[in-house]
Structure formats: C-alpha cells, structure tokens
C-alpha cells in the first residue's frame, strides 16, 4: 500500500497541480537541509529542518514532504494575480 493515499492528500490542496509543486519545492528544501547539515552558517542562511515529529532517518524526502501536507505542517498560498489569471 502507498502511504500516504492521495485522497488524503488531496483534502488539503485544491488540485493535483499544486500538491505536485508543493511537494517537490518541500523535497528540495529538506535534501537542502541535509546537504548544508555541517556546514557553519549563521541560523538565517540554513535551510528549514524536516517538520516530523517522529525519525525520519532512511526515508526519501518526498516521502517526507507528502507526509507533512497530509498533516497539514506544510502550507501554500496562491498568489492574487495567478488567481485572477484562472478567472
């Protein structure tokens, strides 16, 4: 079974599309995060940290991005100028 069901996920976005970018842009911020892990840089400058409560060592961070929209840690906005776009 693939955790978690897309149904899931999409209750807490409006389409597919979004859940697509806001996963993939979260994916990339947590690989940020392990990549400058060791570095010293000043707090401002490091990427935000995985939002799980629970070890997410060994699990692909897709994964770990889709988790966080199910449990709604991760929002999204859309800007006014896109939704006036669609109208």
Do not use: C
């Not at 010293?40 to 060592?57: D, F, G, N, W, Y």
């Amino acid at each position: 079974m693939i955790e978690p069901k897309i149904e899931a996920l999409l209750e807490t976005v409006d389409n597919q599309y979004t859940l697509v970018v806001l996963s993939a842009r979260r994916a990339r911020q947590i690989v940020d995060f392990y990549a400058k892990l060791g570095m010293a840089l000043p707090s401002e400058e490091k990427p935000m940290q995985p939002l799980l409560e629970t070890s997410v060592h060994g699990v692909k961070p897709l994964t770990v991005s889709l988790r966080e929209v199910e449990q709604q840690r991760v929002g999204w906005e859309r800007p006014t100028e896109a939704e006036e776009s669609f109208k």
